[in-house]
T-cell receptor
């Protein structure tokens, strides 16, 4: 079975400063890993995903994440926060090649951007 | 393309009432999903349909039924609503049932059961 832990329920940064959202996972298989973003009262949107290719994954809106197998981590970063980045972020792990029921969602990190 | 659409956007029910949540996608995807989102819990899979004509239980199926009406539509039914089913419900779709694929989400249905 797989699991995912988002280490911070809330992160607050100032506009223009770096963003770090932390995610650790466990999986008995070679996992696929995702970050999704949810803006208020909206559905989830894919930011980026790792599927066993390059370990540094670039996503939309300047976000990127690095898959570190030795640390079982998949932290999300952005060099400079923008007000529009304020949202809920979910780290998701799946079994590579697994069935449609194979996604496990983290509990989410609420990102607050201070002006 | 509208993507994934859900109806209704909001609903208030009394305990014991029934209702059906509608979901449709126009991306010609084979697989569709229903999740519920509760505060501090992330998303949990209720039911999924890996392809037209098939449905399977997810992590939290009790109290729900689903119908894959055709390739585009996947509905979720609450036969006798309970306050514990107060939640935000999301429908999603993907090209196929492989979990390394991106899932595309609808805007959600906010349900309050009194």
């Amino acid at each position: 079975a797989q699991s995912v832990t988002q280490l911070d329920s809330h992160v607050s940064v100032s506009e223009g400063t770096p963003v770090l959202l932390r995610c650790n996972y466990s999986s008995s298989y070679s996992p696929s890993l995702f970050w999704y973003v949810q803006h208020p009262n909206k559905g989830l949107q894919l930011l980026l995903k790792y599927t066993s290719a390059a370990t540094l994954v670039k996503g939309i809106n300047g976000f990127e994440a690095e898959f570190k197998k030795s640390e079982t981590s998949f932290h999300l970063t952005k060099p400079s926060a923008h007000m529009s980045d304020a949202a809920e972020y979910f780290c998701v792990v799946s079994k590579t090649g697994g069935g449609a029921d194979g996604l496990t969602f983290g509990k989410g990190t609420h990102l607050i951007i201070q002006p | 393309n509208a993507g994934v659409t859900q109806n209704p956007k909001f609903q208030v029910l009394k305990t014991g009432q029934s209702m059906t949540l509608q979901c449709a996608q126009d991306m010609n995807h084979n697989s569709m999903y229903w999740y519920r989102q509760d505060p501090g819990m992330g998303l949990r899979l209720i039911y999924y349909s890996a392809s037209e004509g098939t449905t399977d239980k997810g992590e939290v199926p009790n109290g729900y039924n689903v119908s894959r009406l055709n390739k585009r539509e996947f509905s979720l039914r609450l036969e006798s609503a309970a306050p514990s089913q107060t939640s935000v419900y999301f429908c999603a779709s993907s090209t196929s049932g492989q979990t390394q694929e991106t899932q595309y989400f609808g805007p959600g249905t906010r349900l309050l059961v009194l």
